[in-house]
């Protein structure tokens, strides 16, 4: 059920979505926002299998890794004639909540257009991951922050799937947290430049005319109405 004054886009628009915004489409991605568009989240679930949650993460380590791929993916961005997007470095620097089960970080990025924010976050559960990324401005994503993960608040997985509800015997990932930032399905992602989206305000630099990208983001959107 989608809460009221959000929106919510399938596989098939959320990869239309994505090329609108001067990104490379995404399959089986799903797009989660508020109606008034003031920032918008991607999800993915990754069938991974129980990730072990007892490791330190080496923040630094993680950035260089990440960088390097983020230079791979330019690589395929100038290819298909988009503008290059660097990553800078980190916003919020990785951390995991014990008892949510929940990982997150932030990365700046900058382009053409300006600066932008992508605020991730992964979901463990007793299978897989739900993995998410917010796109914000950098000026409000501390709100932008809170406000998702109040709307998250009555995500949960089915019973039986929870982080919890492990049992001997279950699928065990071959990598850990720092896995989920660069390594195993994410390292597909990171290492190919799919750095889900490019700054929400760039495209209407890019575009040129406000008017036009939001009336196709508005068809976009207007195939879901809020419940």
Do not use: H
Request: aromatic content about 12%; hydrophobic content about 40%.
């Amino acid at each position: 059920m989608v809460p009221a004054k959000y929106v919510f886009l399938g596989a098939a628009d959320t990869s239309k979505f994505l090329t609108l915004m001067r990104n490379l489409p995404r399959t089986d991605s799903y797009t989660f926002a508020p109606q008034d568009l003031s920032w918008f989240s991607i999800f993915d679930f990754e069938d991974t299998g129980y990730i072990k949650d007892d490791e330190k993460i080496d923040a630094d380590a993680v950035l260089q890794s990440l960088k390097e791929g983020n230079a791979r993916g330019n690589e395929e961005r100038k290819r298909r004639g988009f503008p290059a997007l660097n990553l800078d470095g980190w916003f919020v620097a990785p951390r995991y909540d014990t008892d949510t089960k929940r990982l997150e970080w932030a990365t700046k990025l900058s382009s053409e257009g300006g600066v932008s924010v992508n605020y991730r976050i992964r979901i463990l559960g007793r299978a897989g991951v739900m993995s998410a990324v917010l796109v914000s401005d950098p000026d409000s994503l501390d709100k932008d922050i809170r406000v998702f993960k109040t709307a998250l608040n009555d995500f949960s997985f089915d019973s039986g799937q929870r982080y919890s509800e492990y049992r001997p015997g279950d699928k065990i990932a071959e990598y850990g947290l720092t896995g989920l930032i660069i390594g195993g399905a994410a390292a597909a992602a990171a290492k190919t430049g799919l750095f889900k989206v490019i700054g929400k305000f760039a495209v209407f630099i890019f575009a040129g005319a406000a008017a036009v990208i939001g009336g196709l983001v508005k068809r976009l959107f207007g195939r879901r109405t809020a419940a």
